[in-house]
C-alpha cells in the first residue's frame, strides 16, 4: 500500500481534490489530507477527514511530539498538491516554510506532482513561469493547467485537470515511470482527417484518435511538452496543448508549423490520401449519379521527413493488411524504407482475433526501426502501445 499525501491549497478547485481523494483512497492507497489553511474555507476538514478516514491538519502545533511536519514528508511515496495556488507555488519554489503541507514539501523525497489552478494572468505572470521553471528543474511534476471555464465569468489556461486524470498521473507517478522525456517538445496527430464534399458532407475514415491521445497522455506524463493536432473531438488530455483541425491541409499546416522546433513528432492521424477537387459552398443538391473528382493530399509524414532538423525523431504509424503482394510485415518495411521515418508502428488491421486498432480501447503493434530492428508489443491498452513507442524514440533521442 502506498503513501500518498494529497496537498489541497486554497482555491475554488479544492472541490476536485474531493473526488480525487474518493479515487486514491478507493484504489487502496493510504491517503493523508494536508490542507492549507485557505483550502479549508472552501472545503472543511470534516470532508478530508471521512473520506481518508484521518485527522486533517494544517499547521505544524498538531500532535507535535509526532514531528507530523517531518514525518508526513519523509514517509510519503507521492506527494501531490491539487489544487496548487500561485501562492503555493512561489513558496515550493523558494523553499518557505510556514505550514505544515509547505513543510511536507521540503521534507519529502519522493516524487512530487504540482497540479496547479488559477486565473489565466497569475498562472501567465512571470514570476509564476519562474517558479514552476525552477521547480521542474528540480524535478517536480507541474501539470500544465487545462484551458476552459474558470470561476466566474472568465475562461483560460488555468483550469485544474479532472479528478480522473490527475488521478492517472498519480498512478503513473507511483509507478515510478522516469520522467525521460523531460524537456522535449513532442507534436502529435490524431484522427481521422475529413475532407469536404459541401458544408454537411465530407470523406472520412474510421480513426478514433484514441492511439494519437495516449501518445499524448503518456508523453506529458513522461514530462514532455506536447503538442496535440487533433481532427477528432475528443476531451483535452491535461496538460496537452491541443490544435483543432478538419482536413488534411489543415493538418498538414498545423503539423508544419508546430513540427519545426519538436523534438519528436509523431504521425498518428489517418490523413485522408485525397480530398475533392470541388468543395461546394453550399449544400448539394440530389442528382441521379454523382461522380466526385479526387485529388491527391500532400503526404506530411514524407514533408516532414524532408524538412527533418539534425537529431529531430520522426514517427509514422500504418494500418496495414497482407495481399497479394505480401504479408503485412512486408508492406511494413517497404512503407518504412519508402517514407524515411525513424519508427513505423505497424497495426494489422482485421481478424487478428483481438478488438484492435480502429475505435478500440486495445491495440497490438510490431514497431519496425529504421536500423532494421522490429519490437513486438502484445496485445494491450492503447497506453501501453504508447508507452512502448515512448521507449523506442527516447532510445533515439540525442542526449542534451
Ligand atoms: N501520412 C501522412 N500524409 C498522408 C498520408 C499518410 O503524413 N497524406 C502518414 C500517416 O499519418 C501515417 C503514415 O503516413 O503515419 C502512413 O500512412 P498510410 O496511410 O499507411 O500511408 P500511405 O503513404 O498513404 O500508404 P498507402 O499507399 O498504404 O495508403
Redesign the pocket.
Known sequence: MSRVVLGVAGGIAAYKAVELLRRLAESGHDVTVVPTRAALEFVGAPTWSALSGKPVSSDVWTDVHEVPHVRIGQQADLVVVAPATADLLAKAAHGLADDLLTNVLLTARCPVVLAPAMHTEMWEHAATQANVATLRSRGVQVVEPAVGRLTGKDSGKGRLPEAGELFEICVRALAGRAQDLAGRRVVI?AGGTREHLDPVRFLGNRSSGKQGYALARTAVARGAEVVLVSSVSLPDPAGVTVRRVTS?LEL?DA?LAEGKEADVVV???????YRPVERLATKRKKTETLTVELV?????????VAARKPGQVL??????TGDADGDVMA?GRA?LA??G?DL?VVNEVGETGHPTGFETDSNAATVLAADGSATDVPFGTKEALADAVWDLVGARLLPR
Open positions: 496527430s488534411a498538414r503539423v504521425m498518428a492521424a489517418a490523413v485522408a490520401d491527391q493530399n500532400p503526404d506530411v509524414l514524407a514533408e516532414l514517427v509514422g504509424f500504418a494500418a496495414e508492406h512503407k519508402r517514407k521515418c513505423l
